[in-house]
RNA sequence: GGCCCGGUAGUUCAGCAGGUUAGAAUGUCGGCUUGUCAGGCCGAAGGUCGCGGGUUCGAAUCCCGUCCGGGCCGCCA
């Protein structure tokens, strides 16, 4: 790589001892200025690292005077000789030289910055978001925003070297109802009409496989106008692919491979072979759709077991469920009530009871009495644990109850350290069902999206018994990480139609919504499927990231705002005017 | 939309069972210091305690409202 440029001939991260003698002009920033009497050390740093500079009164009374001037983030040229050090720093690579300065420049002062601009700096989130060209300059961003380019890299090379064509498809689309709200952009040449940003490509990419590309892929920016988390931002960026004459294990043994590959190439990691797990094993064992397997603690279902001892809890329930906590025996009181009371916070759950297991055995609340010490030993078998552990049992709707579990086996192993770091472990969740009931509305949903295809053995069933329809969509869950998510469509109208009619949409409504989509499938749609993934959320997990605005180079904050940009913000009367909107306040 | 946590010096925080002049560290500014690398030592400046209202003789501290930031639930086909 050549690094020299009119202003250096070095970079201030590439000078070593075997370089002593040889005269340099280095450029970059004054990260941190020593000030002895008599010398000034700066520590001039790039993006490839950081250079001692040295200014001695002893060698240059003048220079050294205009060095003590230098500051903070100040840009300079330094020209110099390259010197061994009296005292090294083993500590960078660097540190066995520094650049005897001969002349300087300042060629860019700095303001004081809001916030030190180190490894680990003292500011707060929203003060570096503020100045995010500020914190980007901090060597773990740096790190992060070069890692995701070696990803993007990476994820290119991979596809196009096995086929896959990178092909672009519109950001002003069409809104349409389903899914996540649009973010809409007013057209000025129709006036009242909106394009919509697309939520994904969905759409195209299905029509790239009946144009005949075969094998599809794209690193594409998403827009979704839903509420933020640690993990979602309004835009954001999916690797998209999509390929024909395929069916699950195809796309699932492909980006299997795709990952697999990654996290060897970036990381120098080999990912276990990736487990497949039916969503309802995913449920009941560990009581979420994302299962972070890095660690064990599995729900069991105790429902037969506590059931006819007279307990009205337990005998109205439709499900009883225990979770084992390891050394549960030790843990406090405030501890334990700390944990009910974060349960019942978050997941409005009826009955909260635990077990611990010393000596004896101990309980808040009437479990022992009701069911015996035999019974609740056996219990403690049952979910494979023992003296010294302790069970956590809650009853109700099965669903509700299971992911509560699983939301505490979570917040609990958290808490206790229970989780490995620097560990990642892969699965594919499938067979989820392909509908699921909208009470409030009356008709089925699709889980995934209306194209989404039924897995053949199920398809019999549709009408009879469609919540009980297996769908074929897979999602990639890393970590607990819900990473990617895919599905093979359906390419037979008739099935299409199908589907249309168990979700309540007439042909009529159908045909507004998609159809130029419905057009299309006549014309020879081959059997594909596809997968995406979210981009930022892999960048993150293999960083050890624990929210993706640390990976995103200028992210909106909690709010959905840019508070670099201060956006969004009104536009003027002139604007809204030529686009014929009109502000309703709210 | 709901719940939780936070907002005090440039910055990160302490102070908050109401009571003297609101503290620390760090940064900033000034001085001294010739081998530092989170340089050291001495000194100084620096505050609308997010904002508005209320309770009180008295509010950073208690109450209500509001704004901002973060986490979660809802939402995210």
């Given amino acids: 790589m050549n690094t020299q440029t009119a202003y250096r001939t070095h970079t201030c991260g590439e000078l070593r001892l075997k370089d002593a003698g040889k005269h340099?002009?280095?450029?970059?920033?004054?990260?941190?200025?020593?000030?002895?009497?008599?010398?000034?050390?700066?520590?001039?740093?790039?993006?490839?690292?950081?250079?001692?500079?040295?200014?001695?009164?002893?060698?240059d009374k003048d220079l050294y005077e205009q060095a003590r001037e230098i500051d903070r983030e100040f840009v300079i040229q330094v020209e110099g000789e390259v010197r061994e050090r009296e005292n090294k720093n083993p500590n960078i690579p660097t540190?066995?030289?520094?650049?005897?300065?001969?002349?300087?420049?300042?060629?860019?002062?700095?303001?004081?910055?809001?916030?030190?601009?180190?490894?680990?700096?003292?500011?707060?989130?929203?003060?570096?978001?503020?100045?995010?060209?500020?914190?980007?300059?901090?060597?773990?961003?740096?790190?992060?925003?070069?890692?995701?380019?070696?990803?993007?890299?990476?994820?290119?090379?991979?596809?196009?070297?096995?086929?896959?064509?990178?092909?672009?498809?519109?950001?002003?689309?069409?809104?349409?109802?389903?899914?996540?709200?649009?973010?809409?952009?007013?057209?000025?040449?129709?006036p009242g009409h909106f394009f919509a940003l697309p939520q994904s490509p969905?759409?195209?990419?299905?029509?790239?496989?009946?144009?005949?590309?075969?094998?599809?892929?794209?690193?594409?920016?998403?827009?979704?106008?839903?509420?933020?988390?640690?993990?979602?931002?309004?835009?954001?960026?999916?690797?998209?692919?999509?390929?024909?004459?395929?069916?699950?294990?195809?796309?699932?043994?492909?980006?299997?491979?795709?990952?697999?590959?990654?996290?060897?190439?970036?990381l120098d990691y080999e990912l276990e072979p990736f487990e497949r797990m039916p969503y309802e094993e995913a449920m009941n064992k560990y009581g979420t759709d994302k299962p972070d397997t890095r660690f064990g603690i599995l729900i069991t279902d105790i429902t037969k077991d506590v059931k006819g001892f007279g307990f009205k809890v337990f005998d109205t329930s439709e499900y009883v469920g225990?979770?084992?906590?390891?050394d549960g025996s030790s843990i406090t009181r405030k501890m334990w009530d700390h944990w009910e009371e974060y349960i019942k916070r978050v997941a409005d759950v009826p009955g909260f009871f635990y077990v611990t297991w010393k000596d004896e055995l101990k309980a808040k609340g009437p479990i022992i009495k009701i069911l015996g010490e035999e019974t609740v030993k056996e219990l403690f078998n049952k979910s494979k644990v023992g003296p010294g552990d302790a069970l956590i049992i809650m009853a109700g709707p099965w669903e509700k109850i299971v992911s509560a579990l699983g939301t505490l086996r979570l917040h609990i192993a958290k808490e206790l350290n229970l989780i490995p770091k620097d560990r990642f472990k892969a699965l594919f969740v499938v067979d989820f069902p392909l509908l699921s009931w909208n009470e409030e509305e009356n008709h089925w949903e699709p889980n995934h999206?209306?194209?989404?295809?039924?897995?053949?053995?199920?398809?019999?069933?549709?009408?009879?018994?469609?919540g009980k329809v297996k769908a074929k969509a897979y999602d990639l869950v890393i970590n607990g990480v819900e990473i990617a998510g895919g599905s093979i469509r359906i390419h037979n109208q008739s099935l299409q139609q199908k589907i249309f009619d168990l979700l309540g949409l007439s042909k009529e409504e159908a045909y507004q919504k998609f159809g130029f989509f419905l057009e299309a499938l006549q014309y020879g749609t081959p059997p594909h499927g596809g997968i995406a993934f979210g981009f930022d959320r892999l960048t993150a997990i293999m960083l050890g990231e624990e929210t993706i605005r640390s990976v995103i180079a200028f992210p909106k904050n909690k709010s959905g705002r840019d508070p670099m940009l201060d956006a969004p913000a009104p536009i003027s009367e002139e604007q809204l005017k030529e686009l014929h909107i009109k502000i309703i306040e709210p």
């Fill in 24 to 59: 340099v002009k280095l450029v970059g920033w004054a990260r941190r200025v020593r000030v002895l009497g008599g010398v000034v050390f700066v520590d001039l740093w790039d993006r490839y690292g950081i250079t001692q500079v040295v200014f001695n009164q002893q060698w």
């Fill in 95 to 190: 540190g066995d030289i520094e650049i005897k300065a001969a002349s300087f420049k300042i060629l860019s002062k700095s303001k004081v910055p809001p916030f030190i601009i180190e490894e680990h700096t003292d500011g707060g989130e929203d003060l570096r978001a503020k100045y995010r060209y500020l914190d980007l300059r901090r060597p773990p961003m740096q790190r992060n925003l070069i890692f995701r380019h070696r990803l993007l890299q990476f994820t290119r090379n991979w596809l196009s070297e096995k086929g896959f064509l990178e092909l672009e498809t519109p950001f002003l689309i069409k809104s349409t109802p389903e899914g996540a709200r649009d973010f809409v952009v007013p057209s000025r040449l129709y």
């Fill in 202 to 266: 969905q759409l195209f990419k299905q029509l790239f496989m009946i144009s005949g590309f075969d094998k599809y892929f794209q690193i594409v920016r998403c827009f979704r106008d839903e509420d933020l988390r640690a993990d979602r931002q309004p835009e954001f960026t999916q690797i998209d692919c999509e390929m024909s004459f395929v069916d699950q294990q195809d796309v699932m043994n492909t980006f299997e491979q795709f990952v697999a590959d990654a996290f060897k190439s970036l």
């Fill in 322 to 326: 225990a979770l084992p906590v390891p």
């Fill in 449 to 466: 999206h209306p194209f989404t295809a039924p897995k053949e053995s199920d398809i019999p069933i549709l009408d009879t018994n469609p």
